[in-house]
């Protein structure tokens, strides 16, 4: 169990210290090629750090948990595929370093087996299939004119064809939790156990934008339809996470309601650069400084959620909650002002708006863990992995500048005036409280279920009358429930 | 005779002569029966691999015997048959090791292994046979040697099985028998060709053509389980797990959809077929089966009554592949009846080893066997995630060809059907790897009738084949860029017949 | 003269009526090491003479030198020299087979009526004439009715009865129709026939033609006169019923392929499909009572009366060299070697269980394996699967068939088949079946189960070597 939680490490290394490189491997699935370029370089450098804390706060966490070998077990599998992702140059391994990712994490999102996480873990499965098979699909027609299955050729064969496009912004965009395809995250993110919706928040959901960046035409061709629907989406789960995480009462699926809305985010800006390929130059890395800003702050947020509650853990907790509020100084105001800049004005103003509501969103985080009764003492590995998790969000607006030397520094009341707005907004809220309307995690999900649980039922029936046939009717087939 | 005639009745009698000693010995010769078995085999694969080896350097490997005037058995080892028969020696080993340890100590075991080798050789004869008559004869051989293992139990069960087994089987004979002789009397005596050898007679006979095609697939299509030609299939899971496995990944149904290539491929010639418009119909007929089997496999209970449906349904991609017209299909079909068979004799030997050890046969029973047979379910969930095409497996590679075939023969509906398949393949085997890993056991095991003895789960001779064959998946699918495989294989064969 | 005593043909007749006489002198129950000595003996020869008639061409042999029309001429072409073949053959593992179910069951005089069968079976092949048909042919019935009655029980001996009635009316009509043509052509030598008989004959030897037509048909058991086989061949003794199915009721056969193809093939049109439908009705009926049967060697009659019904397939579709006689000839010799080894697995497989019943032989699929092993390569030749001698006459028959664009044939054959294949599984089904714990086994002597087993592996494996025997059958 202890070597295993390094595995993260060589990962670690190879993004900090190995030279750009491309390894072919033709004999390799379908002729695999791997290597390590910008972008792969920036995922793979705060994932395999998130993997790496939360590994050990893992073994801490689940010291006393009989399944802990399972789950270690699946906890490396889905880091594996996680930080293999971004060293994938090929289709075909891409999409086998995000298959392993994203179904070994079933088994740490079904991992308490409490109703709540089989639930969970049912709908999460069912919607990274249907990504999975948009994604597929997606593949399936680019590779019809592209040369090779090289990403890069992949991403030429885009250009011609809005509709694989399109597929894949909504096969990706499963994984980033657009508006409609979200449902699953604020379900899946807050039963697993911590370190796992750490991972799940911080690094998994960010696979999504790798695809992303990887397949869509970016900067090569202007598809304004698509561009703008995501952009669309984008702001609907900006404003909308926030809104309906503000109804929330647990204090992870608060959280999850903050990824999805800090996602949307990412969406404004990748759906911006598909409309106007000539601005994405600039957007680019602030759509990189975006992931690994809310990757680490998220992954801080969930640590520092998963520790017996107090002042000091609340202290603490207060640095990642400024920095995804925005807070001047913090990798979310860097985040926040490389992202407005290249955007015409009015999406800077609601990003700015979103901006404020995020920090509301996250007093409502701070004011439901200030009731949490104290539970029994930290495990030092636990704490540790916190403390290097606030570390490297303190650190991330040092190491994260060099990305983008033309920016020019934040004024800080740009920064500041929503989180101000915000705290405003708050202090209001608490002096008049307003009855807050009970919406169930995971939202539409709680009217689309009934139905479609029927249907499966029904369709379970209809596909068992030979069976009941050749029982004579006296076996009324009762059907499972969906998978 | 020359040697490149020798060779290939040496691949048939390298199963045919052990099986014959076989059904002489006394029951008590366990030893010398096993190593006869074992001598077989491992000759068979022997030979295969030097037919493999001369096939890939260009050599011809063929015998001609005239039973009637214009009427010759004639048997071809060509790179098609290799790719089948390459597939049916290998599992045949890993079958036959299973078969030992499954019915150690059970009765009539001489009975069984000899019908167990005469149902190999007539599968090989099935894959080097060179023209419809000699597929004929081997096509009804292997009915005939595979009954009494059907019917093996001696169950009245079993005899129900066996009977509905028989009915088929014998029909779509009967009715493949039609077809045959009615191309003969158009063609005379003709070899499988690439390309085909139809294209010569012309539109002048296309409705006679279409309709021999049609007898011609339905009698074929019996043992590939096409709907609504499928319901044999679940009725024959009475037979013993190795049986299962033979049938359902190498023998019966691949025979059937080995019959389908040839047809196409070599009598008609897949542009030939694509003028008379013969593969519309037939890519439809296998989306029908392919859509119902997997729904039909949702509503079992039986864990061996699923992975039934689900072979209806898989067996139906390679027909898929086949109607899809374009280089990429054939590609997706080839290599999946070599998939197939090894994702899906994998699967058995699993439900075998869950039967034999702990008594289980429902799906119910299976929650928390993850832990207490960790190997055989690691091998299952490689297994089933492949039926699902998950990549890293071999499933994945043939579906991937599959759908490149389907939109490069602007068939898009097919990708539908793939999708579909996929997702309904998921929606049966993902709960049973939800039960195997996550579900707690709830209760004793029905029957354990082999005790776990340290990291052992179960008789080594049930668990080799099964870790063997789950690892072939593994290879098959993260190795399939490989010069050689049957992703390899199958582009060679589909280069020759797209000439 | 050294010639014509080295010649086989009068031998194949003299050397069965040697044993026979020797076995009838030397009383009850001796005999068949004298017999089975003399049957392969036969076999030889009739080997010999089919090479003979492979390299020289078909040929008469004048008995004692006396040429027609005084003398009696023997006659050997290709289609002879098969049912000789065939005769020889199967004759010689039975009477392996008969001296050991002898030994078992109490008999009285099967070695010398057998042999007299045999030499009347060989002569009538041979004969040349409408005449001598007719004398060989009666000889043989009055055998074959001596071996129904052997076993002396009441049920036997009614059949022996039913059948001497059916057979001295049916000798009766041909003899009258022999008459007729006599009187109308002064002649019986089919030789001499032959060119005399044109497509517009005078009444009389319509009717002659008719009535040896109907007498005939009464004798090979086709619809509707089958009603005395079952009977007759289910009751009988094992060896017996072999014989009587494998060989007996394909002599009259021969004599109608004979007569149509040569001395009134101008008027064989018109029966042809008559005798088809016929043929096509037997198929049916005789396969669904066998289906129906509900012991065991009931079910191997009436499964002979459906595959004679095969025979008669052929006529409509006959033509000078077409497939339709190879199918015909091809599945006479398929069906004589396959009905033999049936009705012989069948001896043993009562005989081991001790009841004649279908239900009787659950399990005996792990006592008897080798005699069921037998009996289903015998079933495989009457299903008409390969590589089976059935199979290839099937093939022959479907394509034959197909050319002439006869659909309903294809039909009738093909669910001939599956009929077959039905009561053929009915019975292994039954025998794989667990036995009872009350089930008691007999031993049975290893020579019964091996003979059967010989004769059905060679009914399975004669597809095989299709080729040689339709050589022969050229031979005009």
């Known amino acids: ?483 | 005779m020359t040697a490149n005639e020798a060779l290939p009745l040496g691949v048939l009698a390298s199963s045919l002569i052990p099986g014959l000693i076989i059904f002489a010995l006394p029951e008590a010769r366990v030893g010398l029966r096993t190593a006869l078995n074992l001598f077989g085999a491992f000759a068979k694969l022997v030979l295969v691999g030097v037919l493999l080896a001369g096939v890939a350097a260009g050599e011809d490997y063929g015998f001609r015997h005239s039973v009637l005037p214009g009427l010759d058995l004639v048997f071809k080892a060509d790179a098609l048959a290799l790719l089948f028969g390459a597939l049916s020696t290998l599992l045949w080993l890993f079958t036959t090791l299973y078969a030992i340890g499954y019915l150690e100590g059970s009765p009539h075991r001489s009975r069984f292994f000899g019908f167990f080798s005469l149902c190999v050789t007539a599968t090989m004869g099935i894959a080097m046979a060179g023209n419809l008559f000699t597929f004929f004869v081997f096509y009804e051989l292997l009915t005939l040697a595979t009954f009494p293992l059907v019917v093996h139990r001696g169950t009245p069960q079993a005899m129900r099985g066996g009977m509905v087994y028989l009915a088929y089987t014998l029909g779509g004979g009967a009715v493949l028998l039609t077809g045959i002789v009615w191309l003969h009397g158009l063609t005379g005596s003709a070899d499988f060709a690439h390309g085909g050898y139809l294209a010569v007679l012309g539109g002048e006979h296309a409705m006679q053509l279409q309709m021999i095609f049609l007898l011609l697939i339905a009698g074929v299509g019996v043992k590939a389980a096409i709907v609504p030609l499928h319901g044999w299939l679940p009725q024959a899971m009475v037979a013993p797990a190795p049986v299962s496995a033979l049938l359902h990944a190498v023998a019966v149904v691949k025979a059937g959809a080995f019959g389908v290539v040839r047809v196409v491929y070599e009598v008609y010639g897949v542009e030939f077929a694509q003028s008379l418009d013969l593969l519309t119909p037939l890519a439809l007929a296998a989306a029908v089966t392919i859509v119902w089997g997997s729904l039909r496999a949702l509503a079992q209970e039986d864990l061996k009554k699923r992975l039934a449906f689900s072979t209806v349904s898989q067996v139906s991609y390679i027909i898929l592949g086949v109607a899809l017209f374009g280089p990429l299909g054939t590609v997706g079909g080839l290599v999946h009846l070599v998939h197939q068979g090894v994702m899906k004799i994998t699967l058995f030997f699993c439900a075998g080893n869950y039967a034999e050890t702990l008594g289980i046969h429902k799906i119910g029973e299976l929650d928390g066997a993850g832990r207490r047979m960790p190997l055989t379910t690691v091998a299952f969930t490689v297994a089933a995630l492949g039926m699902m095409g998950a990549p890293a497996t071999a499933g994945f590679i043939s579906k991937w060809h599959l759908g490149l075939g389907a939109l490069e023969a602007g068939m898009d509906w097919a990708v539908w059907v793939l999708i579909a398949s996929s997702l309904l393949n998921a929606a049966y085997f993902l709960p049973i790897l939800h039960r195997v890993w996550f579900t707690p056991r709830a209760r004793a095991w029905p029957a354990e009738r082999i005790p776990a003895r340290g990291r052992l789960e179960t008789g080594w001779l049930l668990l080799l084949p099964t870790l063997a064959t789950a690892a072939m998946i593994l290879v098959a699918g993260l190795l399939a860029g490989a010069d050689w495989g049957p992703l390899a294989w199958a582009k060679r064969i589909t280069v020759w017949e797209y000439r | 003269m050294t010639e014509a005593i080295l010649d086989p043909l009068p031998w194949l007749i003299v050397l069965p009526l040697a044993w026979a006489s020797l076995a009838f002198l030397l009383g009850e129950g001796r005999g068949g090491r004298l017999a089975i000595a003399g049957l392969a003996a036969q076999l030889a020869l009739a080997l010999l003479l089919a090479v003979q008639i492979m390299a020289q061409g078909a040929r008469v042999h004048t008995v004692g030198g006396w040429g027609a029309p005084l003398g009696i001429d023997l006659l050997a072409d290709g289609l002879a020299a098969a049912m000789l073949l065939l005769t020889q053959a199967v004759a010689l593992p039975l009477a392996v087979y008969a001296r050991a179910y002898f030994s078992a069951v109490h008999q009285t005089h099967f070695w010398p009526l057998a042999g007299f069968l045999l030499a009347a079976l060989n002569a009538l092949f041979l004969s040349a004439d409408l005449f001598n048909l007719y004398v060989t042919l009666e000889l043989l019935s009055l055998a074959a009715v001596g071996l129904v009655a052997l076993g002396g029980k009441t049920a036997q001996a009614a059949a022996a009865l039913r059948y001497l009635l059916v057979s001295l009316t049916a000798s009766g009509a041909y003899l009258m129709g022999v008459a007729l043509i006599y009187g109308v052509y002064g002649s019986v030598s089919l030789a001499t026939l032959a060119p005399l008989v044109g497509g517009d004959p005078p009444l009389a030897v319509w009717l002659a033609a008719g009535l040896m037509l109907v007498g005939l048909l009464a004798k090979t058991a086709l619809l509707p006169f089958h009603f005395w086989l079952p009977p007759a061949h289910g009751g009988a003794a094992a060896p017996v019923s072999a014989l009587l199915s494998a060989l007996v009721v394909k002599a009259s056969f021969y004599m109608v392929l004979r007569l149509s193809l040569g001395v009134f093939s101008p008027l064989a049109e018109m029966a042809a499909w008559s005798l088809g439908l016929l043929g096509a009705a037997a198929i049916l009926w005789g396969s669904w009572r066998a289906l129906r049967a509900i012991r065991i060697k009931m079910l191997v009659a009436w499964s002979t009366v459906a595959q004679l019904g095969y025979l008669f397939l052929i006529f409509p579709l006959l033509t000078a060299d077409g497939p339709a006689l190879q199918a015909g000839v091809m599945q006479a010799v398929a069906h004589g070697l396959a009905k033999a080894a049936m009705f012989a697995a069948a001896g043993v497989l009562m005989l081991s269980t001790g009841r004649d019943n279908l239900e009787g032989l659950a399990g005996v699929a792990n006592r008897a394996p080798v005699t069921l092993f037998a009996f289903s390569l015998a079933g495989i030749t009457l299903m008409g699967l390969p590589p089976s001698g059935g199979f290839l006459a099937k093939w022959l028959l479907i394509e034959a068939a197909l050319a002439q664009g006869h659909w309903p044939w294809v039909v009738v054959i093909i669910s001939g088949g599956l009929l077959a294949a039905a009561y053929v599984f009915k019975v292994l089904c039954q025998a794989f079946l667990l036995a009872p714990r009350s089930a008691h086994f007999n031993r049975v002597p290893r020579a019964m189960e091996w003979t059967a087993f010989l004769l059905a592996a060679a009914s399975a494996l004669l597809g095989l070597r299709g080729v040689e025997l339709l050589e022969l059958l050229a031979v005009g």
């Not at chain 1, 802990?68 to 060293?87: D, K």
């Not at chain 1, 030429?156 to 064809?161: F, G």
């Not at chain 1, 190491?399 to 934040?410: A, D, K, R, T, V």
Request: proline share 9%; hydrophobic share 60%; glycine share 10%.
């Open chain 1, 1 to 483: 169990m202890k070597p295993l939680a390094w595995f993260p490490l060589p990962f670690l290394l190879l993004a900090a210290a190995a030279p750009d490189f491309v390894l072919d491997l033709p004999a390799l699935l379908l002729g695999a090629r791997l290597g390590l370029d910008g972008a792969g370089r920036l995922f793979l450098g705060f994932s395999a750090l998130l993997w790496l804390l939360a590994a050990h706060y893992a073994a801490g966490y689940l010291r006393e948990d009989p399944a802990r070998g399972r789950f270690m077990g699946l906890f490396c599998l889905t880091g594996l595929g996680n930080l293999l992702l971004p060293l994938t140059l090929d289709a075909a391994s891409f999409y086998l370093a995000f298959a392993v990712m994203t179904f070994a994490a079933y088994g740490l999102v079904v991992h308490t087996a409490s109703h709540e996480a089989l639930r969970a873990g049912r709908i999460y499965l069912i919607m990274a299939l249907l990504g999975e098979m948009l994604l597929l699909t997606a593949l399936w027609r680019l590779a019809q004119t592209a040369p090779s299955l090289l990403v890069a050729d992949l991403a030429a064969a885009a250009r011609l064809d809005p509709a694989a496009c399109a597929l894949l912004a909504a096969g990706f965009g499963v994984k980033t939790g657009l508006p409609l395809l979200h449902m699953w995250l604020p379900l899946a993110h807050p039963v697993a156990p911590t370190p796992a919706s750490a991972v799940l928040s911080g690094a998994i959901i960010k696979a999504g934008v790798l695809g992303w960046l990887r397949f869509l035409p970016l900067g090569a061709a202007a598809l304004p339809d698509l561009g703008w629907t995501l952009t669309g989406l984008g702001l609907a789960a900006a404003f909308l996470g926030v809104a309906i995480g503000l109804a929330q009462s647990a204090a992870k699926t608060v959280l999850a309601y903050s990824s999805v809305s800090q996602m949307g985010l990412i969406s404004v800006g990748v759906g911006v650069g598909l409309a106007h390929p000539e601005l994405w130059p600039a957007l680019a890395p602030a759509v990189g400084v975006q992931v690994v800003h809310h990757g680490l702050a998220k992954g801080a947020l969930f640590l520092g959620v998963g520790l017996p509650a107090g002042r000091w853990t609340l202290a603490g907790l207060a640095l990642p909650a400024l920095a995804l509020a925005g807070a001047p100084l913090t990798s979310g105001a860097l985040a926040k002002s490389a992202l407005k800049a290249p955007l015409p004005e009015y999406l800077g103003l609601m990003l700015a708006v979103a901006a404020g509501a995020s920090t509301l969103l996250m007093l409502r985080l701070l004011w439901l863990l200030r009731a949490r009764p104290r539970a029994e003492r930290a495990d030092a590995r636990m704490t540790l992995s916190w403390a290097g998790a606030l570390i490297a969000v303190a650190g991330a607006p040092v190491w994260l500048s060099p990305l983008l030397p033309e920016l020019p520094p934040p004024a800080p009341w740009s920064a500041a005036w929503p989180v101000l707005a915000g705290l405003a907004v708050a202090a209001a809220l608490f002096r008049y409280p307003a009855p807050i309307p009970g919406i169930p995690p995971g939202d539409v999900l709680a009217w689309l279920e009934p139905g479609l649980t029927r249907l499966w039922r029904a369709l379970l029936r209809g596909v068992s009358w030979p069976d009941r046939l050749a029982a004579g009717g006296k076996a009324d087939g009762t059907p499972r429930p969906g998978p």
